[in-house]
C-alpha cells in the first residue's frame, strides 16, 4: 500500500490547527494544505471528539470540542475553554460591534483601529478615571489578551494599531451579542445610578 502523497502535509496541519487559529492570512501555504486535506482533518478529528470549523470565505479555521450524541458517552475536553474577566468581553463585544457596523457601511474588507479607538469604545463603561494613564494601561493590557486569543493583530510597524480579525465573527454571534447587549444596558443603568445617588 503506497502513502498518499499529502499525507507528509497533514501533520502540520493538523499541529496548527491543535495549537489555536488558523487563519489563511498568517500561512497561505498551510491554508491551501488545509483546503485540500479538509476531509482527512475532518476524519481525524472526529476521532478525538473535535468538529472541524472552517469558513473558506473569511479565511480562518479551528478547531471545537464536539458536543456528545444522544448515547455517546461525554469525551473529556481537550480543547481548553477560557473564562475571560468582564473588561475583556466588554471590548470584544464591543469590537464585534464595530465589526458589524464596518461591515454594513464600508466597502472596505480589513477593520483598522488604533489603541485610542478602541479605548474610546470602552471608555463609557469602565469606572469613571481621571488618571488617562491608567484607563490606557488597562486597555493596553486587554488588547493584548486579545491580541494573545487571536481577535486582533498588530499591524507591522505600528505599535498601537490594529486588525480586528473577522473570527471574531464566529465565537461572537449574533445571540450572544444581543445578551450582552441586555447586560450592557442594565450596567449603563446601574453606573448612572450610582453616578446620580
Do not use: C
Amino acid at each position: 500500500m503506497t502513502p498518499q502523497p499529502t499525507a507528509a502535509n497533514l501533520s502540520p496541519v493538523l499541529i496548527a490547527l491543535m495549537k489555536g487559529i488558523t487563519s489563511r492570512d498568517d500561512d497561505p501555504a498551510l491554508w491551501q494544505a488545509l483546503l485540500e486535506l479538509q476531509a482527512r482533518v475532518r476524519e481525524y478529528a472526529a476521532v478525538l471528539g473535535l468538529e472541524l470549523i472552517l469558513d473558506e470565505a473569511e479565511g480562518y479555521a479551528y478547531l471545537k470540542q464536539r458536543a456528545a450524541a444522544e448515547g455517546e458517552p461525554e469525551l473529556a475536553k481537550l480543547v481548553a475553554r477560557r473564562q475571560l474577566g468582564y473588561p475583556v468581553s466588554l471590548m470584544l463585544a464591543l469590537l464585534r460591534k464595530k465589526l458589524a457596523e464596518f461591515d454594513a457601511g464600508s466597502g472596505e474588507s480589513r477593520l483598522i483601529l488604533s489603541a485610542e479607538q478602541i479605548a474610546d469604545l470602552v471608555r463609557l463603561f469602565l469606572a469613571d478615571t481621571a488618571n488617562e494613564a491608567k484607563l490606557m494601561d488597562r486597555v493596553d493590557s486587554d488588547i493584548k489578551k486579545i491580541v494573545e486569543l487571536g481577535f486582533l493583530r498588530k499591524l507591522r510597524g505600528s505599535e498601537d494599531r490594529f486588525e480586528v480579525r473577522r473570527i471574531l465573527k464566529s465565537f461572537v454571534d449574533a445571540q450572544w451579542l444581543s445578551e450582552f447587549d441586555r447586560r450592557l444596558a442594565d450596567y449603563k443603568a446601574h453606573i448612572t445610578d450610582e453616578a446620580g445617588g
